[in-house]
T-cell receptor, first 107, second 112 residues
């Protein structure tokens, strides 16, 4: 069993839909990261969470430390949100990565 | 400060040649990380520096790989005698302790 599990692996939705990507982890962590990667592009850090909820524009990230679970939500999704979204948990000096969720938003 | 900068963005090299990549982290960040990402896979940890000290190296980092951070600022990753299996995106990230994790855009290496 992977230490960081993401679901779904792939998600296709229509523009405007509310998107949820889930992440569960099994290790002790200092923080959880949500990252975005466009095809052929570098990685952009969206959120770093250790508790509660954070919001940035149309993106919302939540974490439940007791349940070892986090969600990334996108409201009013747009084709430019199409990317791979990666959950990574910080343990000591390195990040343990989920496999990523490939999101496609159709116009 | 414009974030973590990596150079070059792309490198094509012939098998057997040596290559060197550079990473300039955010200036106040004391930690610097190198990751490697192959097509369709998540990033794999390679090595980590706390200031100028290299504190951890992955077993993925063979003897052909060496990384330095001589003054605790920029870092270089050198691959000697490149092999086709070294073709990947090499990502650098920096943080202040475990906060403010920031990635560079990566260096894409193609070994032909």
């Amino acid at each position: 069993k992977n230490e960081v599990e993401q679901s779904p692996q792939n998600l296709t939705a229509q523009e405007g839909e509310f998107i949820t990507i889930n992440c569960s982890y099994s290790v002790g962590i200092s923080a959880l990261h949500w990252l975005q990667q466009h095809p052929g592009g570098g990685i952009v850090s969206l959120f770093m969470l250790s508790s509660g909820k954070k919001k940035h524009g149309r993106l919302i990230a939540t974490i439940n430390i007791q349940e070892k679970h986090s969600s990334l939500h996108i409201t009013a999704s747009h084709p430019r949100d199409s990317a791979v979204y990666i959950c990574a948990v910080g343990s000591n000096y390195q990040l343990i990565w989920g496999a990523g969720t490939k999101l496609i938003i159709k116009p | 400060d414009t974030g973590v900068s990596q150079n070059p963005r792309h490198k094509i090299t012939k098998r057997g040649q040596n290559v060197t990549f550079r990473c300039d982290p955010i200036s106040e960040h004391n930690r610097l990380y190198w990751y490697r990402q192959t097509l369709g896979q998540g990033p794999e940890f390679l090595t980590y520096f706390q200031n100028e000290a290299q504190l951890e190296k992955s077993r993925l980092l063979s003897d052909r790989f060496s990384a330095e951070r001589p003054k605790g600022s920029f870092s270089t990753l050198e691959i000697q005698r490149t092999e086709q299996g070294d073709s990947a995106m090499y990502l650098c990230a920096s943080s202040l302790d475990s906060r403010g994790y920031t990635f560079g855009s990566g260096t894409r290496l193609t070994v032909v």
